[in-house]
């Protein structure tokens, strides 16, 4: 039996597949299974599938559509591995990727852990900064990565986590909501299980998006982180309502500069800030203007999402308020 099960839910994604596959191929460490759990798509990958089965062990199985959190979830009732894997499929993985996770987890055991993302040199202008935006300390992003000071205690997310048998046995499986991978962490952490970042094992997260599907996807995260708050109550903390506040303070701002045209300064010196560290982390300053656009979604599109899922949820009672969003944001992906 394989010690690890590599379980990637598809939704009409065969291209991304064959890349994410291909990079499987060149892994050092090879004691996996891979099992594409295909959700009812109408653009299938199952002749992707066919191609990498002489060069992995790679299952395929097909089901009727009903979302990411059980299609996960299937694929860990067919796995047969002792170590439950989890990539979103525009994802490509670097070659010592397990190398890495098995002499971690051999070394210092944990129950389930997480790693970071990151752009590789191969990824468009526009990918790379949505990259930046999602994962730098100065849109909070970092946090997911443990980048800068700790805000908060690591979350491992689905487009790079894992996760024993044992603790899917215990716990249970993903929830069908947004943000259901933080849900489960939390609840695997709430059980006793341990964690731990392994900042080392990233993978390259392509996210092929265009600025508007960017949006709608962040909008989401910041109602999901609502949704969260009223499962886990002390999950919230004051790094996720930053978002929300600097876009209260930008409108605030706004109205203040034609009395006060020296406020102006404040934000100037912030998008100034994204671009000098866009543009020198990845030495191209197109990237640093682009970083400054996709900032500006990642935190207005959250900090308005978290307003006004916390109006409606929280201050109003409202329930389900995200669900028209989330099938918007599932229907144009």
Known sequence: MPYFSIIIPVYNRPGEVDELLESLTLQTHTDFEVLLIE????????????KYHNK??????????????????????????????FFDSDCV????????IKNKLTNNFTDSYGG???ADTSFTNLQKAISFSMTSFFTTGGIRGSKGPKMEEFVPRTFNMGFSKEVYQTVGGFKDMFGEDIDLS???????YTNQ???????????????????????VFGMARISL???????LKLVHTLPALFTIGSIIMLLLIPFYPWISFFLLAYFLLIFVASALEYNNLSIGFLSIITSSIQLYGYGWGFIKSYFKKV???????????????????
């Open 186 to 192: 939390l609840r695997i952490r709430k059980n006793g």
């Open 229 to 235: 708050y009223l499962l886990h109550p002390s999950s």
């Open 197 to 219: 970042l392994i900042s080392d094992a990233y993978v390259y997260h392509k996210r092929r998006v265009n600025l508007r599907s960017f949006y709608r996807q962040v909008h």
């Open 116 to 118: 970071p993302d990151k």
């Open 93 to 100: 993985i670097p070659p010592t990727y397990f190398e890495k």
């Open 56 to 85: 992995l062990n790679v299952r395929y199985f097909f089901k009727e559509n009903s979302g990411r959190s059980e299609t996960r979830n299937y694929g860990m009732n067919k796995a047969k591995g002792e170590y439950f894997v």
């Open 39 to 50: 959700d009812g798509s109408t653009i299938k990958c199952d002749l992707i599938a066919q």
């Open 315 to 333: 201050l109003l009672g409202k329930k389900n308020t995200e669900i028209k969003e989330l099938d918007k944001y599932y229907n144009k992906k």
